[in-house]
């Protein structure tokens, strides 16, 4: 028996008439399952021969310093894109697991100022010379996945230190907007035309490949901030200027345990 899918939609107009409109997009549905899982196999059976080559260059590296100039260098080169690879196929396995669970409740009661100091702290290790601001106007806590929602806003905040000069500052807050949970990370860097911000959030569509490549994206960041999003029922918004800085904001709905503490924020 074939299980079918069927999109409902119903349009209330003001003179009391309902208009009800239903399509079967079985079709549609299964041909993008069929997409998901071919990309998350690839991913996976990718994953196998590179940890291989990646070992063996492990070895090899440890002697480089003895091999002739044009060796080190490629030697160096194959590391690197190695290591590009890893981080591509780390992203294409994460962005499947979470497009798999998209329709799944997220059951977890997330502490985000605990979650958004634990990203600090990592951040501050990583890049001990950047600025990072945390400023925290709203402590209330949201329904959903912890892992999830890290990977969504440590992408963002990446993003910003990439897309910035060294002295630039990176401030993400947290506040309370009209009953919804808000984040936001802001930097000083080198904005975004707003006719790239519509499509922003594609698979591999980049403002400018060249730096992008260069700073080591995998072109995946904000697809995954995008389906994070839409598996927690919040909105992205993306705000911009070319040469001043980008905020990029996820409003959350609240979980239904705050609204005891709601007039905190
Ligand atoms: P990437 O791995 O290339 O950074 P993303 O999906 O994270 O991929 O971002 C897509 C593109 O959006 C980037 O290539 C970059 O051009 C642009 N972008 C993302 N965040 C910022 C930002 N904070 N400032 C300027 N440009 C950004």
Same mark, same amino acid.
């Given at each position: 028996q074939v299980r079918r899918h069927l999109q409902v939609i119903i349009t209330r107009f003001a003179e009391g008439d309902i208009l009800l409109f239903i399509r079967d997009v079985t079709d549609r549905v299964r041909t993008e399952q069929m997409r998901r899982d071919f990309v998350g196999n690839v991913s996976h059976e990718l994953r196998t021969p590179l940890t291989v080559i990646m070992g063996y260059l492990g070895t090899m590296l440890a002697g480089v310093?003895?091999?002739p100039a044009p060796y080190q260098r490629a030697m160096r080169q194959m590391e690197g894109q190695a290591v590009r690879m890893e981080n591509l196929l780390k992203d294409l396995l994460w962005l499947s697991r979470i497009e798999t669970t998209e329709g799944q409740q997220k059951h977890d009661l997330v502490d985000m100022t605990g979650l958004l100091e634990e990203l600090r702290e990592e951040v501050a290790n990583a890049h001990p010379e950047r600025t990072l601001r945390l400023q925290i106007d709203c402590r209330e806590k949201i329904r959903g996945d912890y892992r999830e929602l890290y990977s969504a806003v440590s992408n963002l905040v990446y993003n910003a230190l990439k897309y910035s000069p060294e002295d630039g500052a990176v401030t993400i807050s947290a506040s309370c907007e009209d009953g919804r949970y808000c984040l936001a990370v802001e930097d000083e860097g080198i904005g975004i035309d707003a006719h790239h911000i519509p499509r922003l959030?594609? $698979?591999?569509? $980049?403002?400018?490949d060249s730096r992008s490549s260069s700073t080591g994206g995998t072109g995946l960041g904000l697809a995954i901030v995008k389906h994070v999003a839409a598996a927690h029922g919040a909105q992205l918004n993306i705000d911009s200027t070319l040469g001043r800085g980008s905020t990029f904001k996820l409003l959350f709905p609240m979980a239904a345990e705050n609204t005891g503490d709601m007039q905190a924020c």
């Amino acid at each position: 028996q074939v299980r079918r899918h069927l999109q409902v939609i119903i349009t209330r107009f003001a003179e009391g008439d309902i208009l009800l409109f239903i399509r079967d997009v079985t079709d549609r549905v299964r041909t993008e399952q069929m997409r998901r899982d071919f990309v998350g196999n690839v991913s996976h059976e990718l994953r196998t021969p590179l940890t291989v080559i990646m070992g063996y260059l492990g070895t090899m590296l440890a002697g480089v310093d003895q091999m002739p100039a044009p060796y080190q260098r490629a030697m160096r080169q194959m590391e690197g894109q190695a290591v590009r690879m890893e981080n591509l196929l780390k992203d294409l396995l994460w962005l499947s697991r979470i497009e798999t669970t998209e329709g799944q409740q997220k059951h977890d009661l997330v502490d985000m100022t605990g979650l958004l100091e634990e990203l600090r702290e990592e951040v501050a290790n990583a890049h001990p010379e950047r600025t990072l601001r945390l400023q925290i106007d709203c402590r209330e806590k949201i329904r959903g996945d912890y892992r999830e929602l890290y990977s969504a806003v440590s992408n963002l905040v990446y993003n910003a230190l990439k897309y910035s000069p060294e002295d630039g500052a990176v401030t993400i807050s947290a506040s309370c907007e009209d009953g919804r949970y808000c984040l936001a990370v802001e930097d000083e860097g080198i904005g975004i035309d707003a006719h790239h911000i519509p499509r922003l959030t594609e $698979r591999f569509y $980049r403002v400018d490949d060249s730096r992008s490549s260069s700073t080591g994206g995998t072109g995946l960041g904000l697809a995954i901030v995008k389906h994070v999003a839409a598996a927690h029922g919040a909105q992205l918004n993306i705000d911009s200027t070319l040469g001043r800085g980008s905020t990029f904001k996820l409003l959350f709905p609240m979980a239904a345990e705050n609204t005891g503490d709601m007039q905190a924020c």
